[in-house]
């Protein structure tokens, strides 16, 4: 299916690619293996979906000013292909995260009822000392290629989403894929920031779980982000404590060498406390995880909110439109019985400088009927679209919610074993310390 | 005689290197009394060899404030069980403060000025800065007081010292502290008149006071370190705590996630306990007993120059008299053979002291360090717990909530 060249640097140890997918997949996943395949025929019950690698590259751009770039290898294989054990090179392209960003924004406007995927994060931010803010940083490259990888095992095994031709193509068609997209128009489909914001403030009777919903996903975005502060802090002050124990290695080192009988238990114990000072680093690099599954739901807060968002458009255009018809059906009712209901100005001037001829009134009678009927079939279409848009939107947020819980759980879980494997570690090796103390 | 004690005159010994257990007086005791005693006697250490031999148990404990129209002070109840025959009763308890513990300080240091006498905790602590009466601080001090009694109670000769007997038996020590003073006063000017320079100090001395100067600026250094981690944890806690509360405030606004958020925030709170505990337990047991030592080293320094003061006496009096013997043929004078006397006994005393400082050494760094490792390890236990049973609970739920989707 890939018509584009195949690059040299596309893997050739495929069996090392097979394993290194499921143990991808462990870490940063949590409940989407297992989603994908209980989701129906979702894209990724028939094809295999990864981001292998990532590279950086030189080129121009759109100012034609040279700049450098990292690009992710998208590889896909047939799943029955997986399952018959054929050692069946991977189709693969590469991609740029401005790619991906492409198609989560066409995703996120045709598809304006689900709560779409978020991406890994463009910048480095929640950052402890140690760790690099620095975009090209390897460890940072490494984590996004993880997130991209998410992104896209997300979007396949969505029952919705999985079935968009757009991401077929993304993953399958290198070049030409950014036309495509373009000609699907759906920039011109996406709703201007500024009637998005005067809907929140002007809708009237905006459904009630969407609110709520929306007032949710204000606490969700703000609990995860104080949490991921709070984490970044505490991460410093932990480096901190355990590098500090480092020192007693160096004077125990030193301290030893004047000693006769504890010599001995004295260097080794230094050793021990060395030993417990580096272990700090594995521990955190570990912990990193947790904070990107944090992350990925502080985005996703984001996306739920959009929903709520698109919810209060649909109602406002709605209600606007049904104010617009009840107008001019009261201008009509006021034209053709002369009675003068509201205060308008044609009714004063008409009062003062006598009644319009006859010929004028139908005329305008006439245009009021028009208008009245496409007032009436911009309602009935605005009412259509604001309950599809409620109805798919709210399966696709509890179905969010779904994941949401059981995913944040399993996270919660894992943190904990997280923090058991660290108290183990402390134990060993304060353990070892106090066996040599007690042999001084 | 004058101020000097030396031991060979009391009869006690030879002269001769002493060795960690009991001198030839204890042939003279009845009984031993078997008790089991406060200290952590390992059995396989020779420093245990000393506690069964023992005939002198002293405790202190027992702190009460009395308040008076002039001051406010804590006094100790000094404890003492003991079969010698040195003392008239076998069981002793009487109320001391800290004061009365620096006067049989002051008083050992000038009746034995051979030995090296235990260091006291601070006598001084800025009113401002440290509350005198804050529980920790007594019981600090406490402890370094038993210690400090418990040392000179075991040292084969500190522990007959007259001083010490009326120490641990009079009622009222206040009488006798008068007089002593004065005689304080006196002593000490005969200590610093000398001015001897000298000549040739035996390389094992100067090897010593190389040894506790080196010693010394390691212990400072672990103090600093230790310091340094107290505060880095203090810090770590600072933040733990606001961590701990984003996870409770989170889960206010969840249903199903709330007993997660709930229990991964509780743990979190948890473990802020168990460090607090842990960064006490250092600043109460660990850094008291590195800064005693630093005390402990100041003393053997002390000792060390008067010793290097008397063999610079011995000397300049013996090149005096060679001088003197050359030109008229009159005998060695019996102060160079007093004084000769006195740098070996100087010597020997302080030679076996300082094998029995190392000893004891070894031994209380190695409770010192065993002590910090098990707080260690006891903080991360605490941990691991409260975790472990984070998971069994969320699992659990997960199990019944699974069985109850089945059904």
Redesign the interface.
Known sequence: MAEDGRDESLATDDESDHTALSLRFLPMLCGVTAQMLEEGSTLLRRMEICVAEAEKRNGKNTVNMQETFTVYLVETRPMDAVAEGRNQAPDSLWRRYSEFELLRNYLLVTYPYIVVPPLPEKRAEFVWHKLSADNMDPDFVERRRVGLENFLLRVASHPVLSNDKILHHFLIEEHGWKEVVYETGFQAKADSRLRALSATFRVRNPDKRFMEMKH?SD??QS??S??LR??A??A???Y??YK??G??GR?FS??SA?EK??GD?LQS?GHHMDAYAASIDDILEEEEHYADQLKEYLFYAEALRAVCRKHELTQFEFEMASQELVSKKQQHEELSTGIVRTFSFKGMTNKLFGQEAPEQREARLKLLEDLIAEGEEDVQEKTVECGEHVERAWVDMHRFKEQK?KD??EA??N???M??SM??K??QM??N??EC??K? | VGHLFCFREAGLTNGTPVETSSPASTSSLLNRLQLDDDLEADIRDPYAEAAETRDLFVTVDDPKKHVSTMETYITYRVSTKTSRVEFDLPEYCVRRRYQDFDWLRIKLEDSQPTHLIPPLPEKFVMKGVVDRFSEDFVETRMKALDKFLKRVADHPVLSFNPHLNTFLTTKDLNKRQGLALLSKVGESVKHVAGGYKLRARPAEFGAMGE?LD??NQ?LG??DR?AQ??LK??S??LT??R??GT??S??AG?ED??RR??E??GG?VTTCCGALEDLGDGMSQDILPVLREYVLYIESMKSVLRKRDQSQAEYEGRLEAAVLRKQEDRTPMPLEVEKCQDKVECFNADLKADWERWQSNK?HD??QL??GM??K??NH??K??AA??S??TL??DK?TEDKTSETN
């Open positions: 949710y606490e969700l609990h995860t104080q949490l709070a984490r802090r505490v410093d002050r932990l901190g404590v500090v124990h020192n007693y004077v030193e301290w004047m009988e504890m238990g114990a819980d944040l759980r919660l879980i943190y904990a074993v923090q058991i108290c183990k402390g134990i304060w353990s310390a106090k103390f007690l001084m | 040894y080196t010693f390691k250094t672990i370190i340094r981690i880095e944890q810090e770590y933040e733990l606001e961590y984003v996870y405030s989170w606004s199903e996630l997660p958020l229990g991964v743990c070894r760094f190695k360090l065993t490792a098990d260690n390890i991360y236990e941990c691991q975790w472990e984070l998971i969320l699992q997960q």
